[in-house]
């Protein structure tokens, strides 16, 4: 599989910029974010290619809400490598793509995120 990098673009947040960018590994897809004046990742988020069926974060308002999430938590670094990990951030998401009326996708698309769990480790 080729993998490939989408150049970072800038989205501003609650008055702060950051930069964006999407990595495309063998078994996830990586969102990585950098705030504006800074060359270190402000945070890296992994979703598994199951989970980007629903979740599509070449949208702005995807990577919008994560970063506003991410910005709302106070943290300093996002410690945990993938979405599932994070069930108030998956909520929000699913409530971002899926309408009140499409509840039996919904939960078809939870039982299938379920079935393919997210990788342990690493991949160059």
Do not use: N
């Amino acid at each position: 599989m080729r993998r490939w990098w989408k150049k970072p673009r800038k989205i501003v947040v609650g008055g702060k910029v950051f930069r964006w960018s999407l990595l495309d590994r063998p078994r996830y897809r990586e969102l990585r974010v950098w705030r504006e004046t800074e060359e270190r990742l402000a945070f890296c988020l992994r979703l598994t290619y199951p989970e980007c069926w629903a979740i599509d974060l070449f949208r702005p308002k995807a990577v919008a809400y994560v970063i506003g999430w991410y910005e709302g938590t106070g943290r300093e670094t996002l410690d945990v490598p993938s979405l599932q990990a994070e069930p108030a951030l998956l909520e929000g998401l699913l409530d971002l793509f899926f309408a009140p009326e499409e509840g039996e996708q919904r939960a078809r698309f939870l039982k299938h995120i379920q079935v393919f769990p997210p990788p342990f480790k690493r991949e160059w």
